[in-house]
């Protein structure tokens, strides 16, 4: 998470062409049950796809298996929300046992990555019955009125959630952004926006981005910010200006006046972030020492109402941000610990992590397991994968869900973050899934697909290669979708970002995975309406 800033799954809303709608009649009652194959994506060396079950019976349908061949010169790589097994080019989904049972008229999609540009599938049956229809042979067919208790013995269909994969978790309703100091210069982006744009409603947390850890302790990162603006009656949230005497002015005395007016939000004092990192490792020396100064500072009688609790963005214990850490693989959990020990069970404790998924990567520095169990939840930083920080590219999404054919690198991706804390044991209701509401670019580029090369980073409004969403939406419109995010070429500028549809994706995500919600970076980013976190609180919904 970068101090001077700071996607997910297909969706119908994107231009997705549908190549094959294939009929399939099964006996589950009278009507018929469906399955289409919509080309969401093609970008020649790979494609995606999401394959849509509708029961159009009158009976409920508790399970179905898919089996279908994909043509030569193309194969599925990657896939979500559905178990798939290969044998030769023929390809068995079977539905996943949290999916529960597709009611009559309801739908359900699941989705994979193929390399190779997209091509029809062949073949395609449905529990046993021909995908164009028919009666399915007597010696496979399911019953008449009940869903299949068996299946061909070859893949049987789920009988238990895979361990990574928790049942759906409706209660995912943490939506959680971040508020960045700075944005009051030249952003003039204030507390008094997120009331107006809507957006106080919506969100159940707000993380107030950075305080500093120098010296190994909780330090403030920026006073004038913090406590020392003084607002206009304009300018304030409740149209009250500040008087030259009052003991608190500043976003500090915002916040607590949009609590006051907001009384479900909690707020979060986060310390460390990109530039603000190095003081962790002196703080890992002495977590007690750190937990005790961090307190005091939160807990600051001036202040001790506005804050619920405290936030950690270590970049990175044990590996290397800005600076380089080697405290060591429990340097992370020590100072969780101590600090859940202080603040106590009632104060919120939480942390940004890497969301390096990659083998042997940052997530596998440090027992962020072992720090789970001291934290509320654990955000990690699903952005920033790719960047103009590699100046000729390849150009890539920044905030890819799932990989793709030709993502540059193996392990950025949301899902292979997810999917790793998940098997390290941390609970998937503690895991937030992050989107970020700006966007990353390159300029230089002549190929309008992911993969083209780049002479450096496009021009941003306050840093090159880096743009607000709401500035995005408007200058380069999203054009194609790779990896559950969008991207576009204008001119020759290449820019990925997360859309309101492709939101509405990763939420989707979110929820299958049994996941706590999500959060975002930051604010500012979002248009004057709030229409990105509009889209987390109803994908969410």
Known sequence: MKRSLRRALWVGAVVAVTVATVPVTSAFGAGSVTTSFTRVSDWGTGHETRVTITNGSDASVGTWRIEFELPSGTSIGSFWDADVTRTGNRYVAVKKSWAGALAPGASFSWGYNGTGAYQAPL?????????????????????????????????PPPTTPPPTTPPPNPGAQKVVGYFAQWGVYARNYHVKNIHTSGSASKLTHILYAFGNTTGGRCTIGDSYADYEKAYTAAESVDGVADTWDQPLRGSFNQLRKLKQMYPHLKVIWSFGGWTWSGGFTQAAQNPTAFAESCYNLVEDPRWADVFDGIDIDWEYPNACGLTCDASGPNAFKNVASALRARFGPNNLVTAAITADGSNGGKIDATDYAGAATHLNWIMPMTYDYFGAFNAQGPTAPHSPLYSYSGIPQQGFWSDAAIQKLKSKGIPANKLLLGVGFYGRGWTGVTQSAPGGTATGPAPGTYEQGIEDYKVLKNSCPATGTVGGTAYAKCGSNWWSYDTPSTIGGKMTYAKNQGLGGAFFWELSGDTSNGELISAIKGGLG
């Open 123 to 155: 073949n395609c049956t449905i529990n046993g019955a021909p995908c164009g229809g028919g009666t399915p042979p007597p010696t496979t067919a399911p019953p008449t009125t009940t869903p299949p208790t068996t299946t061909p013995p070859t893949t």
